[in-house]
């Protein structure tokens, strides 16, 4: 599951977590106990449907190109830089 | 000076020249350098941006007089924002390591909102990392401490906002209910806290936790003070989707004769003797004011909490893997215990083979929640209930029981899974003198029966806004 989700667990955390969230999962079976044949689910509370607004350009809410990389040190060219995710650099 | 616990006072004394508001923001950043080393409710505090908005301020009152309050109704009104909303130029942590040198170039729509309103940001408050916990004590800034009594927790995890209304370190702060994360806290405090209708506030520039579950709220002193912040900040803003404008007739539809709801269920397996004592002592006052009370069932609300851990670490999940620390914040690497439990807790539930069994399952008896609140407000306007199923507990009691820590938050999960409206009233004190209270709750956009209600129980009680002496 950590690997999963990108996250880096030492033996201690993980053992640890086991332990801990085996309880919540224990907890959490009671939901086993219900009957829910027939029942729609609710994914959101507010009853919108497709909430349009007209196509058009506001700028007010966008950032400038030096906004969008000013929470990084790592930028290049103006381009964010990012790790190589392709393993064979010739190709 | 003495700083005037609630905005009417504080804005009357503007009015009458008994101080300016540059003198204000003195006095309360003066408070905080004082004592906030003990409380800890501020990882940032804005000394410049609140001086240069109270000059500002000092300005348009010396130039309009009176009439500014009319166009800027929060003139003067201090506020301090949980570290999870944006706030262009100010550091914004969300309590998490991760984002421990973000700089927003951006503003959340409520900070826009209030200082457009004349309010003065005095800072960034403390809270569980990403807003994860019901006590403080999962911040990677050191928890902070209730002003009412330093071993005990304030609640969470909006927590460094409540601890500053009960500290006097600000009029007015924000916060986030994603699950009692406003109204735990308040309770915790003296204070009023706000969960508003799902949809009722922008979301916009709030750093996201749970997003079919999260909303922003306020703490405030007086039910007064609440409902003007509101006023201010809800509505569309055409940034949050999920948004939408309360209908005229929803805001006035306000009865004069109303009906209380007593949640039975919820009193079943036996409360902690201080709420059981001050749910008895709030009916009765509710009833003596000719407030019929009727007994109201709740079947599914027992599964809440479950239903709860399992939607809320699911989006948690997804929300939080955005962090790859490329465009902004530190690597995910700097995710604290509690922020990974969710993410590897979420990670399972959504997980194929598990999906129908945890994820879709939640998601169905969610629905049977909402249908039995529906049928509950066919036959009452209001229901009231415990805000935490005890008085503030000890610092470090349930840090290392997750689900311990899990059950604090068994009374506030309902409104959040149903997305209603819910406000934490203040009301009394244990033997220990620490803060009680009750919350009330009501249909979707019902905002201003809660507030009517409260203003009610205030004028029944001859309410009078408290803080902490530190």
New interface residues.
């Given amino acids: ?2 690997k ?6 030492s033996s201690k ?1 993980g053992d640890e ?1 086991r332990k ?2 085996s ?3 224990d ?2 079976g ?3 106990e ?1 009957d ?1 044949s027939d ?8 009853g ?1 449907e497709n ?1 349009f ?1 007209i196509d058009e350009i506001k700028t007010s ?1 966008c ?1 400038s190109q030096q ?2 990389l ?3 040190d ?1 930028t290049r060219n103006g381009y ?1 830089v ?1 790790d190589a995710v392709l393993e064979n650099k010739d190709l | 000076m003495n700083i005037p616990l609630t905005i009417k006072d504080t804005q009357e004394g503007l009015k009458k020249k008994k101080y300016s508001t540059v003198e204000l923001v003195d006095a309360y950043l003066g408070n905080i350098s004082k004592s906030d080393k003990d409380i800890n409710s501020f990882i940032t505090v804005s000394d410049e941006v609140a001086y240069a908005q109270a000059k500002k301020a000092d300005r348009l009152i010396l130039d309009y007089g009176d009439k500014a309050f009319e166009d800027y109704p929060l003139l003067g009104v201090t506020v301090a924002h949980k570290d999870l909303f944006l706030t262009k130029g100010v550091r914004t942590t969300a309590g998490s390591k991760v984002l421990e040198s973000y700089i927003p170039p951006y503003s959340a729509t409520v900070v826009e909102k209030l200082e457009t309103a004349g309010c003065i940001m005095l800072g960034k408050t403390n809270c569980d990392a990403w807003a994860h916990g019901s006590s403080g004590e999962n911040s990677d800034y050191g928890a902070t401490k209730n002003p009412w009594n330093k071993k005990y927790v304030p609640g969470g995890s909006s927590s460094g906002s409540a601890a500053a209304i009960a500290a006097n370190f600000s009029l007015i702060t924000t916060g986030t209910d994603t699950c009692g994360s406003i109204r735990v806290p308040a309770n915790y405090s003296y204070s009023y806290g706000l969960k508003p209708t799902y949809g009722a506030v922008s979301r916009y520039g709030v750093v996201a936790m749970a997003s079919s579950l999260d909303t922003v709220g306020y703490f405030a002193r007086t039910s007064d003070d609440v409902t003007n912040v509101f006023k201010v900040t809800k509505g569309e803003d055409g940034k949050d989707a999920t948004c939408k404008n309360i209908k005229k007739e929803d805001w006035e539809n306000v009865k004069s004769r109303m009906r209380i709801g007593i949640l039975s269920d919820f009193f079943k397996d036996g409360l902690d003797k201080n709420v059981e004592k001050t749910m008895s002592d709030a009916i009765k006052i509710f009833k003596d004011e000719g407030i019929e009370l009727v007994d109201v069932s709740l079947p599914y609300s027992k599964y809440a909490v479950s239903v709860y851990y399992i939607i809320q670490p699911a989006e948690v999940s997804s929300n939080l893997s955005r962090y790859d620390g490329i465009r902004y914040g530190a690597s995910r690497d700097s995710f604290g215990d509690e922020a990974k439990r969710r993410i590897m807790l979420g990670t399972y539930v959504l997980s194929s083979g598990y999906y129908d069994a945890y994820y879709l399952r939640a998601m169905k008896i969610r629905s049977k929640i909402i249908e039995d609140l529906n049928k509950v407000f066919d036959k009452v306007d209001v229901i009231i209930a415990p805000v935490a199923p005890t008085a503030p507990f000890i610092l470090g009691e349930k840090v290392d029981n997750p689900l311990k820590m899990y059950l604090t938050d068994i009374f506030a999960a309902t409104a959040n899974l149903s997305g209603i409206p819910a406000l934490a009233v203040p009301f009394g004190f244990s033997k220990e003198c620490l803060p009680l209270g009750f919350q009330l709750m009501g249909p979707r956009f019902s905002e201003n029966t809660l507030f009517s209600l409260a203003k009610l129980f205030e004028k029944a009680t001859n309410y009078k806004p408290k803080v902490a002496k530190l």
């Fill in positions: 599951m950590a999963l989700a990108k996250i880096s667990l955390e977590f801990q969230l309880k919540v999962l907890y959490i009671e939901l086993k219900v829910t029942q729609e689910p609710t994914s959101q509370t507010t919108l909430v607004r809410g950032l906004e969008t000013s929470g990084t790592k964010f990012v």
